[in-house]
């Protein structure tokens, strides 16, 4: 089944460390995005990548990182200069650019820093 | 004045009731308008977009679309427990910048 896989489902960071969440999806879709949810907000983009090797900030990108070197693949590093970085992050794809077509999304990771 | 914006909620309504969930926007310039379910925890999936004023109809959804008025309604009939979750609206921005803003999302509870 094609589908968007994110890893960890859970995560625990302690102040000061890099973690990273993995998304991978097999849609074949050219464009993938990172979205922040935060409770009693909507979601806000972080990052996006319309083509490999390419990506563009969002509206939160500061403290974040990505990169797009395979389609398949689009890894977000969350440093430790994000300030306030515990989440809900979801990744999505879509067959076109931003916001010109549907986004399917993956399961989401949780991140909690201690 | 946010660019999206729908009522937090909880919206309760009855089983087998009409539930009534509405978004209204910023942008007159934008183009296309979405509404995704979100249950607790989990993901959001799409229901429904819209791109012209009126009604679409997917079996139990209707999402209305007033560009004039600068609102997105989504309409569930015969509402069941299983729909109880939040329901997100987006909205594709006119112009160059063509994002897609997400209001918060409103709490729809069906009492069975």
Same mark, same amino acid.
């Given at each position: 089944d094609g589908g968007i896989t994110q890893s960890p489902k859970y995560l625990f960071r302690k102040e000061g460390q890099n973690v990273t969440l993995s998304c991978e999806q097999n849609? +074949?879709?050219?464009a993938m995005y990172w979205y922040r949810q935060d409770p009693g907000q909507g979601l806000r983009l972080i990052y996006y990548s319309q083509i490999v090797n390419d990506f563009q900030k969002g509206d939160i990108a500061e403290g974040y990182s990505v990169s797009r070197e395979k389609k398949e693949s689009f890894p977000l590093t969350v440093t430790?200069?994000?300030? +306030?970085?515990?989440a809900f992050y979801l990744c999505a794809s879509s067959i076109g650019t931003l916001g010109a077509n549907v986004l399917t999304f993956g399961a989401g990771s949780r991140l909690t820093v201690l | 004045q946010k660019e999206v914006e729908q009522n937090s909620g909880p919206l309760s309504v009855p089983e087998g009731a009409i539930a009534s969930l509405n978004c209204t926007y910023s !942008?007159? #310039?934008?183009q296309s308008f979405f509404w995704y379910r979100q249950y607790s925890g989990k993901s959001p999936e799409l229901i429904m977009f819209i791109y012209s004023n009126g009604d679409k109809e997917d079996g139990r959804f209707t999402a209305q679309l007033n560009k004039a008025s600068q609102y997105v309604s989504l309409l569930i009939r !015969? %509402?069941?427990? %299983? !729909?109880s979750a939040t329901y997100l609206c987006a909205v594709r921005l006119g #112009?160059?910048?063509?994002k897609l803003i997400f209001g918060t999302g409103t709490l729809l509870a069906v009492q069975p």
């Open positions: 849609l +074949n879709h050219d430790s200069a994000q300030k +306030n970085p515990t | !942008d007159r #310039g934008s !015969d %509402s069941q427990p %299983s !729909d #112009g160059a910048t063509n």
